[in-house]
């Protein structure tokens, strides 16, 4: 998002988010969510168990490969390029209505791949999401000097964050349902 925002600029060098809020996403924002990946379970352990054969594709290591990870790095390329380009369109007259709009649409965005992901919800995850959620949400309100209160509180900022954060999440969720339906997985035949 940073290289769109500063090519956009003429390549200044002009930092699009302060270090509070750089280190608030890499902490309380989305790190509760993140971490409570590790519940998620693809079969559950009686089927794991019953068929052992399902350990030879993690033995393989198709799961963690130079295409999986380039696939990551595309879609945050994607996610990235949707959101700042989204928030640089819609912006009115001043800069921190772009870092309110896209750094909104950037913690929903997270908030919601992680929530996609998920195969078998605990009540663990649920709470990581609404925690992290709440915390920014209150966060918006008591960080006065990143974000316009009076603007965050418009119709406006809210359809701005839902069309910025739907299109950088719906198609890449559809894409991954079609793939589901047309090559499960071996464990989800199981299922």
Same mark, same amino acid.
């Given at each position: 998002?940073?290289? !769109? +925002?500063?090519?956009?600029?003429?390549?200044?060098?002009?930092?699009?988010? &302060?270090?509070?809020?750089?280190?608030?996403?890499?902490? !309380?924002?989305t790190?509760?969510? @993140?971490?409570?990946?590790?519940?998620? &379970?693809? @079969?559950?352990?009686?089927?794991? /168990?019953?068929?052992?054969?399902?350990?030879?594709?993690?033995a393989?290591?198709r799961?963690?490969? +130079?295409?999986?990870?380039?696939?990551? @790095?595309?879609?945050s390329?994607? &996610?990235?390029?949707?959101i700042?380009?989204?928030?640089?369109?819609? +912006?009115? =007259?001043e800069?921190?209505?772009?870092?309110?709009?896209s750094?909104?649409?950037?913690i /929903? #965005?997270?908030?919601?791949?992680?929530?996609? #992901?998920?195969?078998?919800?605990?009540? /663990?995850?649920?709470?990581?999401?609404?925690?992290?959620?709440?915390?920014? !949400?209150?966060?918006? +309100?008591?960080?006065?000097?990143?974000? =316009? #209160?009076?603007?965050?509180?418009?119709?406006?900022?809210?359809?701005? @964050?839902?069309?910025?954060?739907?299109?950088?999440?719906?198609p890449?969720?559809?894409?991954?349902?079609?793939?589901?339906? !047309?090559?499960?997985?071996?464990?989800?035949?199981?299922?």
């Amino acid at each position: 998002m940073q290289a !769109v +925002f500063s090519s956009v600029f003429y390549f200044a060098s002009v930092a699009l988010y &302060q270090g509070l809020l750089m280190v608030g996403y890499a902490t !309380v924002y989305t790190m509760f969510p @993140v971490f409570s990946l590790v519940l998620d &379970q693809d @079969v559950q352990p009686k089927i794991a /168990l019953t068929y052992p054969e399902l350990y030879k594709e993690l033995a393989k290591g198709r799961s963690l490969s +130079f295409k999986t990870f380039f696939m990551w @790095v595309l879609i945050s390329i994607y &996610q990235g390029g949707i959101i700042m380009y989204g928030a640089l369109l819609l +912006f009115e =007259d001043e800069f921190i209505h772009i870092v309110s709009i896209s750094f909104t649409s950037l913690i /929903l #965005t997270e908030l919601l791949m992680v929530a996609l #992901t998920i195969r078998t919800w605990h009540w /663990l995850m649920i709470a990581a999401e609404m925690l992290s959620l709440s915390i920014y !949400v209150a966060s918006l +309100f008591a960080l006065n000097e990143f974000f =316009d #209160t009076q603007f965050i509180r418009t119709p406006a900022f809210l359809w701005k @964050v839902t069309v910025i954060t739907l299109v950088s999440c719906l198609p890449l969720y559809i894409l991954k349902y079609l793939h589901r339906k !047309v090559a499960p997985s071996i464990y989800s035949k199981l299922t």
